[in-house]
């Protein structure tokens, strides 16, 4: 926990626009992401999970967890079947796990459903339960509240301040760094 | 890699048709087995006596070999471009990621090709039939080309649900246009192994029935393959996710 993450000189060319981050720091458990759209959080999110190739220096980022903000899954899935196949890869999440994380984002009763029948909510939220089953020590959270209702935000806001590891959230939502003891960075 | 390769598996050809698949491969793969050089007398039954044309055959294999192609394209491409890999990149290597997706692919598009074989097959099979009937010459290129057609459109509807239940549709159209296109004049003695080999990997115009065309387009496409995955490999290897 103590090591900061640091960027420099990141660079990453589109097509047409260029993401340039001279100098970042970020220190602390929790990290917010901040900025306007476009100015490069998604880039460096994924870039710091190793998604994207870029110029410059990004550390202390290994085996991070990308959590993105436009989940897609595979529609031949129910809930349960996906949690079971992910944590059959992973080899180290109990059933007990699963479960508590599905109580936890009011997921237990979608269980048997299809991927495809979700609800955008809980597309979120099974996207937000997939990324904290993997115990890795750095989650980087894209827009994690789009498409929450207000209780799987307190949810989303009383877990991030428990969990242990570092977190690293981009968000626009005002409301919700109120609730949050991290912080903030601006791109 | 077995469990990521079944999940692969299953996400393309849905959950419920997977044994359909399973089983639709199974009996092709006996079937092209018994219908291979050890079983000639099995197989010359199914395409002895009046058989196809080598136009109709074309048109039909013609059809055949780039629908497999069109479908093992389209799988390439929903296999290796998408969102849904985030969570496992998570959890596993690229490279794991990319040997399971080639697995799949290789698994299903054996299948595609034996099922269309399957399918030449059966509307072999039933030929006499139409030729006892006496269906009507002549008028058959035409209407192929709208069988063709609205197989091709059908095709597109089932890829983009993903379901392998699309085999119901294209088997009544081939049926339809095997009874009404014209009907052969020349024979076609070629075991069905040589000949469906050479629809796939060479121009059943060019080369001729099996022998060194046979082997040395085997060996083109073997190359080719390999070249294939190897690119392909350094891309997924070196890609943004």
């Known amino acids: 926990m103590s090591c900061s993450i640091e960027v420099k000189g990141f660079k990453k060319r589109y097509r047409k626009t260029v993401v340039e981050i001279d100098d970042l720091r970020m220190e602390g458990r929790l990290s917010l992401l901040l900025g306007e759209n476009g100015s490069g959080k998604t880039t460096l999110l994924k870039a710091m999970a190793g998604l994207l190739r870029h110029e410059g220096r990004i550390t202390n980022t290994e085996g991070a967890v990308y959590v993105g903000s436009d989940p897609a899954f595979p529609s031949a899935f129910t809930v349960a079947e996906y949690f079971r196949f992910l944590s059959s890869l992973s080899g180290n999440v109990s059933e007990e796990r699963i479960q508590g994380y599905l109580e936890t984002f009011s997921l237990a009763d979608e269980t048997h459903k299809s991927m495809a029948e979700l609800s955008k909510g809980n597309r979120q939220k099974v996207n937000l339960v997939q990324g904290f089953l993997e115990e890795k020590n750095l989650h980087l959270l894209d827009e994690p509240l789009s498409g929450l209702d207000k209780k799987a935000r307190r949810a989303l806001a009383d877990h991030l301040s428990a969990r242990e590891g570092r977190i690293v959230v981009a968000t626009h939502e005002l409301s919700f760094l109120a609730r949050l003891s991290a912080r903030r960075y601006r791109l | ?241």
């Not at chain 2, 983009?160 to 699309?166: C, E, H, L, N, R």
């Open chain 2, 1 to 241: 890699m077995k469990t990521l390769t079944a999940y692969f598996l299953k996400d393309c050809f849905g959950g419920k048709t997977i044994r359909l698949v399973l089983c639709l491969f199974l009996g092709g793969t006996m079937f092209f087995v018994l219908s291979s050089r050890p079983a000639d007398a099995f197989a010359t039954r199914i395409i002895d006596g009046e058989v196809y044309a080598r136009d109709y055959l074309f048109a039909s294999l013609y059809f055949l070999r780039f629908t497999s192609l069109f479908l093992i394209a389209t799988m390439a491409a929903g296999l290796f471009c998408d969102r849904r890999d985030h969570p496992l990149l998570a959890r596993t290597s690229r490279w794991r990621l990319f040997l399971s997706k080639s697995a799949t692919l290789v698994l299903s598009g054996s299948f595609f090709v034996l099922s269309m074989y399957f399918v030449l097959l059966f509307v072999y099979a039933l030929s006499p039939f139409r030729h006892a009937l006496g269906f009507p010459q002549g008028m058959g290129v035409a209407l192929l080309a709208h069988v063709v057609h609205a197989s091709l459109l059908s095709l597109l509807a089932a890829l983009t649900v993903k379901k392998a239940g699309i085999y119901l549709v294209i088997l009544p159209g081939y049926l339809l246009a095997d009874l009404l296109c014209d009907y052969p004049l020349e024979r076609a003695t070629t075991s069905p192994i040589t000949f469906i080999a050479n629809a796939f990997f060479a121009n059943i115009h060019q080369l001729p029935d099996g022998g060194f065309g046979f082997l040395a387009s085997c060996f083109f496409m073997v190359f080719f393959a390999s070249a294939l995955f190897v690119s392909a490999f350094a891309i997924h290897e070196r890609r943004d996710f």
